[in-house]
């Protein structure tokens, strides 16, 4: 068997026109996963048609995983072929292969388990991500899995809450992604009122000309904020999913980069979350005091936030 194999890798070689046509898979139009065109559809085996040391010579990130790898690491990208094999995700995006690809560390995860703290596995990846191109450019109608509205339409993401938002609503959550026994009220489904028509990160936009106005470059404010700008969706060990390290979300900060450390004490002081973003252009109260992660500029340092300010809720004007 292996002198078959052998064999038919030096006919590839030497005669390429024998390779099999994969021109259905296309990083220029988005599109990673096999189809019907692809003409080893319905086989399992890879590696009867493609040699492993001549794929991806043009994407060295991932090359030498894939040669390490082998074979096992086709569908995650590519699909199942037709076949009933396993998609695998996380045998390439891990902390060891590719760490911050995105960054896993933390005990909470987007696992959609509401009972017990769980590592992500490749299925809560591909709920999410179910076709994306994996190119390092983050395009919401490529990246992100489409989902329908509440008027049933699958039409272009404008924003990235909104594809959050096709599952934290009220009345049109996703089949098989139900979250039932919920409060009214509960931010985890309320926030779809609240991102449009109350919260200060959503649609409803600050004027900066308050007391404790400020906000560090290039935020500002009238810019809606992206969920994931504060919550870490593959792992933090914050609750609520809130970041712990800044190199998991605020992806506009010029220094996100240095991993700074956010954590969340008490009931409710997010001082040190608050602070990556909001900095008071006239000092007052606290506006001097750091919050303990090298960063200053809110009015209330040690305190709980939530007292004033609520998010999520449609109850009061909050963030």
């Not at 769980?118 to 994306?132: E, K, N, V, Y």
């Not at 991102?195 to 959503?202: E, F």
């Not at 290039?218 to 609750?239: F, I």
């Not at 608050?274 to 005091?289: A, F, K, N, R, S």
């Amino acid at each position: 068997m292996k002198r078959g194999i052998l064999l038919f890798s030096l006919l590839l070689l030497c005669f390429p026109a024998l390779a099999v046509k994969t021109v259905d898979v296309s990083l220029k139009r988005g599109q990673l996963l096999l189809t019907k065109r692809h003409e080893g559809w319905g086989k399992s085996r890879c590696q009867a048609c493609h040699v492993l040391n001549m794929i991806h010579q043009d994407a060295p990130r991932i090359r030498g995983i894939v040669r390490k790898k082998g074979f096992k690491t086709c569908g995650g990208c590519h699909g199942d072929n037709g076949t009933d094999t396993r998609r695998r995700c996380l045998i390439c995006h891990n902390d060891r292969d590719l760490p911050a690809a995105p960054w896993q560390t933390g005990i909470h995860t987007h696992d959609f388990d509401r009972l017990e703290d769980r590592p992500l596995t490749d299925g809560d990846c591909l709920a999410c991500h179910h076709a994306s191109d994996m190119d390092g450019e983050w395009e919401l109608d490529v990246d992100l899995t489409r989902f329908p509205d509440a008027a049933g339409f699958s039409g272009p993401y404008r924003h990235e809450s909104e594809f959050c938002l096709t599952c934290h609503n009220r009345t049109h959550q996703q089949p098989g992604f139900e979250m039932r026994g919920r409060d009214y009220r509960d931010p985890l489904i309320a926030i779809e009122d609240a991102w449009r028509h109350i919260d200060m990160h959503g649609r409803r936009a600050g004027s900066g000309r308050r007391t404790y106005a400020g906000l560090r470059e290039p935020y500002r404010y009238g810019s809606v904020l992206r969920c994931t700008d504060c919550h870490a969706m593959h792992g933090t060990d914050n609750p609520k999913l809130i970041l712990d390290d800044s190199r998991k979300s605020v992806f506009l900060l010029p220094f996100r980069d240095q991993g700074i450390g956010v954590e969340i004490f008490g009931i409710g002081d997010y001082s040190q979350l608050c602070v990556l973003c909001h900095q008071m252009t006239v000092p007052v109260e606290d506006g001097l005091i750091d919050t303990g992660n090298g960063l200053y500029g809110v009015h209330e340092v040690g305190a709980d936030c939530t007292l004033c300010h609520t998010h999520g809720r449609a109850a009061q004007v909050g963030l």
